[in-house]
């Protein structure tokens, strides 16, 4: 069980538009910056979004990030279906021990 | 071009010992934290640990302390990930990442491009 929550799945047509949710706690997303990961079936993970909305060079701004209080969504527009991967948050925890937690993954498919 | 290279695939029996590796160029390597991530067959990313090649200042996460030791040499700049009696369970895919900040956060990248251990008899 993770503990920052993603939807297992989420699905729509080429061209629209799909939000990912990461939702956590004040041990975690509500006190960090948060940053957001895309993995292509049989690649390494690669940043897309840090510090909760910003996009690193070579991203195209049709990924975007934000965070509301303990919760934090990625937005894809116009989708295409090189976007099929695995979408991954990630942020510091500090319930137990100081430690990174990510979430546990959003299988996007492109119909 | 910021890069880590892993080290090859590894295929090893329970109780074996490994040790693998994950080397950085292109900056400074003893001045950004390297992490190690587990991900099982399958299944989602999992935060083993990072070290600050620096000093060597290590932090693992409470699932994995005492089940990995995390390693550094800045004289060849490469990170290591080991393990003294490996388990079937050991089998998946690890990559090292660089841990970046900024005034603000903390994010992963670049990613090395994994390294595949399978344990198995």
């Known amino acids: 069980q993770s503990v920052l929550t993603q939807p297992p799945s989420v699905s729509a047509a080429p061209g629209q538009k799909v939000t990912i949710s990461c939702s956590g706690s004040s041990s975690n997303i509500g006190n960090n910056y948060v940053s957001w990961y895309q993995q292509l079936p049989g690649t390494a993970p690669k940043l897309l979004i840090y510090?909760?909305?910003k996009r690193p060079s070579g991203i195209p701004d049709r990924f975007s990030g934000s965070k509301s209080g303990t919760s934090a969504t990625l937005g894809i527009t116009g989708l295409q279906t090189g976007d099929e991967a695995d979408y991954y948050c990630?942020?510091?925890?500090?319930?137990?021990?100081?430690?990174?937690?990510f979430g546990g993954g959003t299988k996007l498919t492109v119909l | 071009e910021v890069q880590l290279v892993q080290s090859g695939a590894e295929v090893k029996k329970p109780g074996e010992s490994l040790k693998i590796s994950c080397k950085g160029s292109g900056y400074s390597f003893t001045s950004y934290w390297i992490g190690w991530v587990r991900q099982m067959p399958g299944k989602g990313l999992e935060w083993m640990g990072i070290i600050y090649p620096g000093d060597s200042d290590t932090r693992y996460s409470p699932s994995f302390q005492g089940q990995v030791t995390i390693s550094a040499d800045k004289s060849i700049s490469t990170a290591y990930l080991q393990w003294s009696s490996l388990k079937a369970s050991d089998t998946a895919m690890y990559y090292c990442a660089r841990h970046s900040s900024s005034s603000w956060g903390n994010w992963f990248d670049p990613w090395g491009q994994g390294t595949l251990v399978t344990v198995s008899s």
């Open positions: 510090d909760n909305n």
């Open positions: 990630g942020t510091w925890d500090s319930s137990l021990s100081v430690r990174w937690v």
